[in-house]
């Protein structure tokens, strides 16, 4: 297994844990900040098990398939924690993952008809937007950073369903597609 699989399957094993500090509590008054550092390295290794596979030319079917399962499982993680911390409305992360689904279910419909689905710039901002998010909401500082958090929820919610409605517009030939 190569480095930047070694860093995938990292970023995988690091999601329990942050859901473990997210919902208990275990790291007492230090536990936003133990929250925000297992997040922050499993982001990195995500930036970084990417610039790793194009630079040295390590892209593995393993890679192509694990790396974005494991951003969905670290995200998707994170939010549903927060349903639970009472920070973020049920509604909005259904929309996220369902997202999600959808984008998921595209790309196994286009690469089982021999089409690859190159990620777009609207995708990428949506998925800053929720990291940030994500992060504000694990610093929970309170007073001006409760605005910031709001309009990140907003904003992020806004890029899913933009990202969302620009994929499904770009790749609406694999609606179409069929096995003869």
Not at 117 to 131: E, H, L
């Amino acid at each position: 297994m190569n480095t930047p699989n070694k860093l995938t399957v990292l970023r995988m094993i690091l999601v329990p844990f942050l859901v473990v500090f997210m919902l208990t509590g275990w790291g007492g008054a230090g536990n936003r900040w133990i929250c925000l550092g297992i997040f922050v390295a499993a982001s990195v290794t995500d930036w970084l098990d990417g610039y790793l596979a194009r630079k040295y030319h390590l892209i593995t079917d393993f890679g192509k398939f694990m790396d974005p399962l494991a951003d969905k499982l670290l995200v998707c993680s994170a939010l549903i924690c927060f349903i639970e911390l009472e920070k973020l409305p049920a509604w909005i992360v259904i929309i996220i993952i369902a997202r999600e689904f959808i984008i998921s279910g595209f790309r196994l419909v286009a690469a089982d008809n021999g089409v690859v689905i190159a990620a777009s710039y609207w995708g990428k901002f949506k998925t800053v937007s929720q990291m940030i998010l994500i992060i504000l909401l694990l610093l929970n500082f309170g007073g001006i950073f409760t605005t910031l958090e709001m309009i990140f929820i907003v904003l992020a919610t806004a890029l899913t369903v933009i990202s969302l409605i620009d994929y499904i517009w770009k790749n609406r030939q694999v609606l179409s597609m069929h096995n003869a």
